[in-house]
């Protein structure tokens, strides 16, 4: 046996009639007349597909272009065929309507309308259509008509309580049912009139194609794992950063990614400063290091994540990273769970927002370090749609690494997208508080047949100077959303659950909080107060009454 899947031919003609006549026997052997299939042929000849059988066609799928506002999603199949005349097909349209599938009885079960339908699939990406649709027969709607409507019809069908030869098919193919038709084809007495309206969307659509500056679908990211070492000044530090900028950007990578608190040799010469002060006067630095970033970006021509830095705004302490873009625009996300640590030692606020960042390769999220532990960000920036998230982190020791570490690959998982951590490594002992790193940058896949096995595009050589660079393909991210063998992103359950971002708080606000949190200290203070005093009344009590 020799199966052939191809372009139908017009000398096809009397095979696909008798076919055509054996697949609807149960509503008067209808067939499509020679003249509207040269019609079609003539019109769009590569949207008419068959398979063939040792030479025989035994199975079609017929179709057209529409400009589909033209019609809507009310419509009948003599609405959107013209009359059976054609004449709706519009090259210039953004739909591929599909108006007939049929396999041959006794070829039935070898799955040939599956192929038909993967070459539709094919055919709408190649032609960049925005949907395939199609009104869909319900044949198996005559059973069950005095038992229930219509629309519980499909839903139990849905449910796979109830098997339709024809919707169960669509249903298992991707398509989904976006609305119940009435009178869609008379002559279909099986399906009463009823239809349901069916679509299957493009996920490589592009609205506008571009034949410059497309969207990416590989995007090459370079991650440096940083050595803390001491620099003499500000400009030395920009020297070496500097040079791992040149070394990427050579490899024409898109974005590169630095650790968090990469600046904190800086720090050493507020050694005489107690911690909080020190950190303070290191931020004094951090618009002017932003600046020189910015002019990296745009003279290597390199989307630049600038690990993080300390920043005073409105008397209050963040760790912020920047977003350095190539076309000379940047942003910002601050860190919104600074660790206790950070908050006992630094006096460390958390920020209140979640932005998720438009670049010329796609939507990115940057979370600093700890905020990567906490999976409601992530999903957040997913929802937002975000393709590649970067987690610049700095750590002291190998649990607490792991501690990042492994939350990032859950986050790859989870939110169906890529995750790179960049960290330090080595010491810095003439520094307070920044005494030891310990890191293995790295970027973690979500877990599925297209990716790695092990969920790991690439990592570095713990504890060792170095840059990887990886290439990250965003088309398998969008056939994972579609069609992965899991889909965690589609599969919640907004009905039982969701994630709420409340608003951000005004500066205002921000600074009502601070006076709040200043009277509660001086509360808290003078409670201790009160009670060392009580201590100390008790114990001279104490030390009285033993003398006595």
């Known amino acids: 046996m020799k199966i052939e899947l191809g372009h139908l031919k017009l000398e096809d003609y009397q095979e696909l009639r008798k076919a055509m006549e054996e697949a609807y026997a149960g509503i008067g052997g209808d067939y499509w007349p020679h003249e509207a299939i040269a019609r079609l042929l003539d019109l769009f000849p590569e949207g008419q597909l068959c398979v063939k059988v040792n030479g025989k066609v035994v199975a079609s799928a017929l179709s057209l272009i529409i400009d589909y506002e033209e019609f809507g999603d009310r419509h009948t199949f003599r609405d959107v065929t013209g009359n059976y005349s054609f004449n709706t097909h519009d090259p210039e349209g953004d739909v591929l309507y599909g108006i007939e599938v049929f396999v041959h009885p006794e070829y039935r079960g070898m799955r040939l309308a599956r192929r038909l339908y993967d070459a539709r699939k094919e055919l709408c990406e190649n032609l960049n259509l925005r949907a395939i649709m199609a009104g869909g027969r319900i044949p198996n709607y005559e059973k069950y008509a005095e038992r229930m409507t219509p629309r519980e019809y499909i839903e139990q069908v849905h449910l796979k309580n109830i098997y339709d030869p024809t919707l169960t098919f669509q249903l298992s193919n991707g398509f989904h049912v976006k609305k119940l038709l009435r009178n869609y084809l008379a002559r279909d007495t099986q399906s009463l009139g009823y239809a349901t309206l069916l679509e299957w969307n493009n996920i490589y ?89 910015l002019e990296l970006a745009v003279s290597y021509n390199i989307n630049i994540i600038a690990g993080s830095m300390p920043l005073v705004e409105h008397e209050r302490l963040y760790n912020v990273s920047f977003l350095l873009r190539r076309d000379g625009t940047w942003d910002q996300s601050r860190k919104i769970h600074p660790t206790p ?61 792991m501690r990042v570490r492994l939350c990032s690959q859950a986050r790859a998982v989870e939110n169906e997208c890529y995750v790179a951590i960049a960290g330090s490594v080595g010491n810095l002992p003439q520094v307070h508080n920044m005494d030891v790193q310990y890191g293995q940058s790295a970027i973690f896949t979500p877990a599925d047949f297209a990716f790695p096995t092990n969920s790991i595009k690439a990592e570095a050589t713990p504890n060792t100077e170095m840059t990887i660079i990886a290439d990250l393909d965003m088309d398998l991210l969008k056939e994972l959303h579609e069609i992965g063998s899991v889909t965690n992103l589609k599969d919640r359950r907004k009905d039982l659950y969701e994630i709420v971002l409340k608003a951000p708080l005004a500066d205002s606000d921000l600074e009502a909080e601070r006076r709040r949190e200043e009277l509660a200290q001086i509360v808290s203070d003078q409670d201790e107060a009160d009670e060392q005093a009580a201590v100390d009344a008790a114990e001279a009590l104490k030390a009285a009454s033993h003398e006595d």
Not at 261 to 269: H, Q, V
Not at 273 to 282: G, H, Q, S
Not at 356 to 379: K, Q
Request: with cysteine; glycine share 4%; aromatic share 14%.
């Open 205 to 293: 659509y592009e609205e506008k194609p571009k034949l410059i500056n497309r969207p990416r679908s590989v995007v090459r990211v370079g991650l440096v794992q940083w050595q803390m070492r001491l620099f003499k000044d500000r400009e030395a530090l920009m020297d070496q950063v500097e040079f791992f900028v040149d070394a990427i950007s050579a490899y024409k990578a898109d974005f590169i990614l630095f650790p968090e608190f990469f600046n904190a040799p800086l720090m050493a010469e507020y050694n005489n400063l107690d911690e909080p002060k020190a950190i303070r006067e290191v931020s004094r630095h951090t618009d002017w290091i932003r600046q020189r970033f």
């Open 341 to 401: 640590d950070e908050i006992s030692i630094w006096g460390m606020s958390g920020w209140d927002r979640v932005p998720v960042f438009d670049t010329d390769c796609g939507r990115i999220g940057i979370l600093i370090c700890y905020d990567s532990e906490f999976p409601e960000l992530a999903r957040i920036c997913a929802e937002q749609n975000m393709h590649i998230l970067f987690v610049p982190f700095l750590t002291d020791t190998q649990s607490a690494y």
